[in-house]
């Protein structure tokens, strides 16, 4: 047989060849109207959500207070004078703590009848409508930090509650009843009158209400793989820029009942999304609804007008596990950490998390301890986002995953170790390295989003995808603790953001490239990503590495 007569036996075949998922994604476009549909309504959730993860730093803002004087406080409650700005000694007398303010002796209006051994029972706030006033939690500052601790804490375990909802479920539910329930729990905060309630429903809030996880998950299945970063990015900017707008809704509404009253009530419309958001088409295949599949792929191409031969769709595969034996989501998910290289992803993926979420947080509580007006430097640190973000989709369209993510950890390493060895004399460059580090911290944090998302099966990504993220965000935990370290040495909290990042830029070396292949739907397509496999390419008659 001649190589013409081959070459056409092979491009006979290649017309019965089972055709891949990500072929007829290809086929649907990126930006058709069911998508940018789509886009719209994820949109909401990146921008709300982004608010909803740090909207404690100016709902819970810190206030100044002293222990009320009667002599002066009888007519007006506010501050007496600009110096009473406290700093308050807690001092232990007879068991209890107490709070008192030593004011200029030759004022003697202002000296205050009680004694260092009687504890004060009013207190006069500097904002009087603030969170702290209205709680009475003058000289229990530990109860402001708390909101922020416990609703970090409920991010990490509502991460393993919406990963196993969303694989279990479907992406939509997951992703509605989240939304939802952000909103209605979000709002009841802002009517609450106790101080305790307020800390459970903030607690839960963050554990049930987050919905960014199972959209993010339907958002990198809606295309194609290889538009996902561009998709990625248009939404991160979504994100970003619901952060730049969070502080100047502060700003302007600056009463913290109003002000979350007024970011939590758009997402009431989430619950609508049941009637208008569509299900993602991976999910529907790795659980074994096909025809389910079939008939959104149809509904998606007549929307966006595009015509799909039913031959195509007939020679659809699709790789799924084994469901003879009725395997369980929970059996899937033990299944995969029987294996002892989705095991070694797992843990540099802890790692990953815990670095990135150490450092932005620790990031972000730098900057409203930045001196200046606090909504505006948290604005601009957050814009430089923005650049990251693009920068992402540039990087990760050339150069594909694992390099830029070795280059990022290890650049943004460096800069944060170097920092605390500059000469005092050049503040503009400490500065400086602090706002290139916060870039490179986004832009891993981005590659790291999607990067863990690659690396599992299909009816298991949510789940690790959430388990990793829950384990790695101890690091969110320990964030707002990193300025006590300053006490030892200014240096000591920029120092360990540094080695984490250039140990987590160590160990990416060990990890595969995932760009231009096909999100795995098994174990065993996981397993394989980064080995090479052949396939005739008709064109140049030759073997190509895919």
């Known amino acids: 047989m001649t190589l013409t007569n081959k070459k056409n036996q092979l491009l006979n075949e290649s017309e019965e060849e089972p055709v891949q998922l990500d072929e007829v994604l290809s086929k649907l476009g990126a930006f058709g109207k069911h998508q940018l549909i789509t886009m719209c309504m994820l949109a909401l959730v990146y921008a709300t959500n982004s608010i909803y993860n740090v909207n404690y730093v100016f709902a819970v803002e810190d206030v100044n207070y002293r ?32 709070c008192h303010q030593h004011p200029p002796l030759n004022n003697q209006c202002l000296v205050f009848n009680t004694s260092l051994t009687e504890k004060c029972t009013e207190w006069v706030y500097d904002v009087p409508n603030s969170f702290v006033a209205e709680f009475g939690l ?9 909101v922020g601790s416990i609703h970090l804490f409920g991010s990490m375990v509502g991460q393993l509650i919406q990963g196993q909802i969303s694989d279990r479920f479907g ?28 800390i459970v429903l903030e607690g839960l809030e963050a554990a049930i209400g987050d919905a960014l996880s199972p959209m993010f998950m339907l958002s990198i299945e809606i295309v194609e793989k290889k538009r996902a970063i561009l998709y990625q990015m248009i939404l991160l900017n979504f994100y970003t820029c619901g952060q730049i707008i969070m502080p100047f809704i502060a700003w302007a509404v600056p009463y913290w009942r109003n002000f979350l009253r007024v970011i939590y009530a758009p997402t009431l419309i989430i619950l609508f999304y049941s009637f208008f958001l569509d299900e993602s088409i991976r999910w529907l295949f790795s659980k074994g609804k096909k025809e389910q599949g079939i008939r959104l792929i149809e509904k998606i191409a007549k929307r966006n007008n595009i015509k799909i031969e039913r031959n195509l769709l007939n020679r659809l595969d699709y790789s799924e596990e084994d469901t003879s034996n009725k395997i369980n989501d929970r059996k899937l998910l033990m299944k995969t950490f029987r294996s002892r290289i989705m095991m070694q992803r797992f843990l540099v993926c802890m790692v990953w998390w815990f670095t990135i979420t150490l450092i932005n947080y620790g990031m972000m509580i730098s900057s409203v301890l930045i001196s200046g007006n606090k909504y505006l430097n948290f604005a601009l640190l957050i814009m430089m986002d923005i650049p990251a973000n693009v920068l992402y989709w540039v990087a990760l369209s050339k150069y594909k995953r694992k390099m830029p993510l070795i280059v990022s950890f290890i650049v943004g390493g460096v800069f944060c170790i170097s920092q605390p060895f500059l000469p005092k004399g050049y503040a503009w460059l400490g500065l400086a390295l602090f706002m290139m580090f916060e870039m490179l911290a986004t832009f891993s944090y981005n590659i790291v989003y999607m990067y863990t998302s690659e690396l599992f099966p299909t009816y298991t990504r949510n789940s690790m995808h959430s388990i990793c993220s829950a384990v790695g965000r101890v690091g969110s935990l320990l964030a707002p603790q990193t300025p006590l370290l300053m006490t030892y040495w200014t240096g000591l909290p920029a120092l360990i953001f540094g080695v984490s ?43 190509k590495g895919t």
């Open 67 to 98: 222990c009320k004087v009667p002599e002066c406080d009888s007519k007006d409650s506010s501050f007496s004078a600009p110096w009473l700005n406290l700093s308050s000694l807690d001092l232990e007398t007879d068991g209890l703590k107490q």
């Open 138 to 146: 003058a000289c229990n500052d530990w109860k402001a930090t708390l």
């Open 171 to 198: 992406r939509k539910i997951a992703a509605v009843f989240a939304g939802t329930m952000g909103a209605v729990l979000g709002l009841t905060k802002s009517f609450t009158t106790s101080y305790w309630t307020y």
């Open 501 to 543: 990042s250039l140990l987590s830029g160590a160990l990416t070396l060990f990890m595969p490239e995932t760009a231009r292949t096909q999100l795995p739907d098994t174990i065993r397509e996981a397993e394989t990503i980064g080995k090479k496999k052949y396939k005739y390419d008709p064109a140049s008659e030759t073997l």
